[in-house]
Nanobody, 123 residues
Framework: QLQLVESGGGLVQPGGSLRLSCEAS????????IGWFRQAPGKEREGVSC????????NYADSVKGRFTISRDKTKNTVYLQMNSLKPEDTAVYYC????????????????WGQGTQVTVSS
């Protein structure tokens, strides 16, 4: 089974930056669209960004557009989410997910999920 592992979360002040990484254990991500999602306590999981299997197509939620950048490095079998100008409302557990269908910000399009990494934005 495809296993995904997120890393890079932590505590950062408003306006700061973090880079999250998503890696697959043992299997290549070349054939998968990858999405980043987040979930705050008591709230629904929401799509943040996604990238196509080739990396040529990306999409972002309106709330993060202009601040976050998704990319993939196939030589490292890794997908990144660069998060700049972080706000307290960005605080959540962030998950990466993989799907064989066309990637989107819809949770239902993804079958494999990582364990999540905590991002806390606070002064």
């Amino acid at each position: 089974q495809l296993q995904l592992v997120e890393s890079g979360g932590g505590l950062v002040q408003p306006g700061g930056s973090l880079r999250l990484s998503c890696e697959a254990s043992k299997f290549t991500l070349d054939y998968y669209a990858i999405g980043w999602f987040r979930q705050a306590p008591g709230k629904e999981r929401e799509g943040v960004s996604c990238i196509s299997s080739r990396g040529g197509s990306t999409n972002y939620a309106d709330s993060v557009k202009g601040r976050f950048t998704i990319s993939r490095d196939k030589t490292k079998n890794t997908v990144y989410l660069q998060m700049n100008s972080l706000k307290p409302e960005d605080t959540a557990v962030y998950y990466c997910a993989a799907g064989l269908r066309i990637g989107s910000l819809n949770v239902g399009e993804y079958d494999s999920w990582g364990q999540g990494t905590q991002v806390t934005v606070s002064s």
